[in-house]
């Protein structure tokens, strides 16, 4: 099994910056694909970002080009997501998300693992 727990979450006002960390436990070299969704209240869970194994190729949402970067750390089973520019429309909870396969990829069914999610709220 995998465990993904994100952490880095919090409040931020319009303009300003959050950087969220997930580590992986459990059975990581099964992981190859990383990436991170959201969900906002009463909207689906939507793509934000997603990243390969060697973290070469990288693939966002139209929303949050520009201004979210993700990146890893392999050796030490990590995935963050730095996110700049905060929007109030970026308020949502944020789950990290693993795959068997690698390459990014936009799709929910392209993850295997799911963290319990971290809450970012942006305040105008």
């Known amino acids: 099994q995998v465990q993904l727990v994100e952490s880095g979450g919090g409040l931020a006002q319009a303009g300003g910056s959050l950087r969220l960390s997930c580590a992986a436990a459990?059975?990581?070299?099964?992981?190859?694909?990383l990436g991170w969704f959201r969900q906002a209240p009463g909207k689906a869970r939507e793509f934000v970002s997603g990243?390969?194994?060697?973290?070469?190729?990288?693939y966002y949402a139209d929303s949050v080009k520009g201004r979210f970067t993700i990146s890893r750390d392999n050796a030490q089973n990590m995935v963050y997501l730095q996110m700049n520019s905060l929007k109030p429309e970026d308020t949502a909870v944020y789950y990290c998300?693993?795959?068997?396969?690698?390459?990014?990829?936009?799709?929910?069914?392209?993850?295997?693992?799911w963290g319990q999610g971290t809450q970012v709220t942006v305040s105008s």
């Open positions: 990243i390969s194994w060697s973290g070469d190729s990288t």
């Open positions: 459990g059975r990581t070299l099964s992981i190859r694909r």
């Open positions: 998300v693993g795959g068997p396969v690698d390459g990014p990829s936009q799709f929910r069914s392209s993850y295997n693992w």
